[in-house]
């Protein structure tokens, strides 16, 4: 049984050495571009290892294309970002200016002198004005310290675009003559492409998660060398490639290690929200379509991949880099799952608006919410938040929310819900006490659910069992 169903049984630890001896090593598009994501020490240090595998090392053809495709956005998101700082401190610095000259004009119109209080109105606003220089101070030393010190000053993008430059310089240096052949006619991607639609509607692995790129016009194809590709089938490209790869591989048998960024079910196997390596369809896949060339099929995330090559290689790097890259990757995966739960939510509600005979619209779509709205007998309001958005505050949506009521908002509707969208059932069960508290201080036009808690259809609401 075992001989028959190996491909279920893990590795034992002590092989991934030798398989790592004699292994191609390939890289995906969000390897390369999260590099530039990285601190510059920690792009440093990954640099170190994939020197060390530079003579094995391969690209896809599709990721060399995705990643020259992506990478102006990617640097100008660092560019962006150092400006968006910049302005909210000065915004910090006008707010507090404008508090301060406030209170003053206010303070005077106490006339507290006159009044014989013990409170000299003249030392108090210098006092005043002290606190507030030395404030601003503070705020300037910081902006000096990690940002520039004015909207002219360019002293930190052109650092930034130096070290960019030199990043992008190594890369290519590293990855000379290492890109795949890719692929010789469009009626050869034409061919690949209706394999991948037909795999997608059966969701055989990978790159079945991605078919909603084809929804965006602005992404739905790549165009390169007078070829067309389609961006919803890029993952399944690749992975016709990197069969490819071993194929052409020298010897007759080879090892491969995917190492990659992207962490959809579609690609790995997952259990009870656990990753336990790659989806056995894969591995059953690489090693038939290869007659067996290949002998064992693994994939890394860029972490893992780092925290083995270091102990491989007896590196010295960085105590903070492997933190650092793990934290890209998980902000990262945050944004993938909050992209899918968006989309399972929008699905359930249209599911239960559909056999419930509603008619429902998406009356906003914005990158933290969405509303819609029932448009029935019954017309009610949902309110849509990511539990782990940057910009979620439970305290201060429902502030918010209360301020639109009283606004008269949400007099047209029978009810409100504020739907807090989890990641896992374990977050849905952690916090559900406290939503449930929220919800009995609350009008009781509006409540506070989440997506996960169970529909009531006798009493037509979500439930939340403290």
Same mark, same amino acid.
């Given at each position: ?164 430059? #030199? ?48 929804? $965006? ?29 071993? #194929? ?114 998406? $009356? ?80 009781? #036009? ?21």
């Amino acid at each position: 049984m075992k001989n028959t169903f190996k491909n279920y049984y893990k590795i034992p630890d002590s092989k991934f050495e030798e398989i790592w001896d004699n292994a191609i090593f390939v890289l995906d598009t969000n390897i390369l571009l999260n590099l530039f994501r990285y601190p510059e020490s920690a792009r440093n240090d990954f640099l170190k290892v994939l020197r060390k595998i530079k003579s094995t090392l391969c690209i896809p053809f599709i990721a060399g294309l995705e990643f020259y495709e992506n990478i102006e956005s990617v640097k100008n998101s660092q560019l962006k970002a150092y400006s968006q700082i910049f302005g909210l401190l000065e915004k910090t610095k006008e707010n507090e200016l404008t508090l301060i000259n406030d209170f003053i004009k206010d303070l005077k119109k106490l006339n507290l002198d006159k009044r014989h209080f013990e409170i000299s109105e003249q030392e108090l606003i210098e006092n005043v004005k002290k606190y507030n220089s030395e404030y601003l101070t503070n705020l300037k030393s910081i902006q000096e310290k990690y940002l520039f010190e004015s909207q002219d000053d360019n002293s930190k993008f052109e650092q930034i675009k130096k070290e960019n430059d #030199k990043l992008l310089s190594s890369l290519e240096s590293i990855l000379k003559n290492k890109i795949a052949k890719g692929f010789d006619s469009q009626e050869e991607i034409e061919k690949i492409n209706n394999e991948a639609k037909k795999r997608y509607n059966e969701f055989i692995p990978p790159g079945y998660k991605d078919s909603s790129k084809n929804r $965006d016009s602005k992404k739905r194809v790549l165009i390169y060398d007078s070829l067309k590709f389609s961006r919803e089938y890029c993952d399944f490209y690749i992975w016709k490639e990197i069969i490819q790869i071993a #194929k052409d591989s020298k010897g007759s048998k080879v090892n491969l290690i995917f190492v990659t960024d992207d962490v959809k079910e579609d690609w790995w196997r997952i259990t009870n929200g656990k990753t336990i390596g790659p989806r056995i369809e894969l591995i059953d896949e690489i090693k038939s379509s290869t007659d067996n060339k290949v002998q064992n099929f693994l994939m890394y995330n860029s972490w893992r991949f780092l925290e083995f090559a270091i102990s491989k290689f007896d590196l010295k790097i960085k105590a903070d880099t492997l933190p650092q890259i793990k934290l890209v990757q998980e902000k990262l995966n945050i944004e993938t799952n909050i992209g899918e739960k968006f989309s399972d939510l929008c699905n359930a509600f249209h599911i239960y608006l559909k056999n419930t005979n509603l008619s429902f619209k998406i $009356d906003r779509l914005e990158s933290n919410r969405f509303v819609l709205i029932d448009d029935a007998l019954d017309r009610n309001y949902y309110d849509a938040r990511v539990k782990y958005s940057e910009k979620f505050n439970i305290n201060y949506v429902v502030e918010q929310l209360l301020k639109d009521d009283e606004k008269g908002k949400f007099d047209e509707y029978d009810s409100v819900s504020l739907v807090i969208i989890e990641l896992s059932n374990r977050n849905y069960s952690q916090n559900k006490q406290s939503y449930f508290e929220l919800s009995q201080k609350l009008p009781k #036009k509006i409540n506070v659910i989440s997506h996960l808690a169970e529909y009531d259809v006798d009493n037509d609401s979500f439930i939340i069992v403290a």
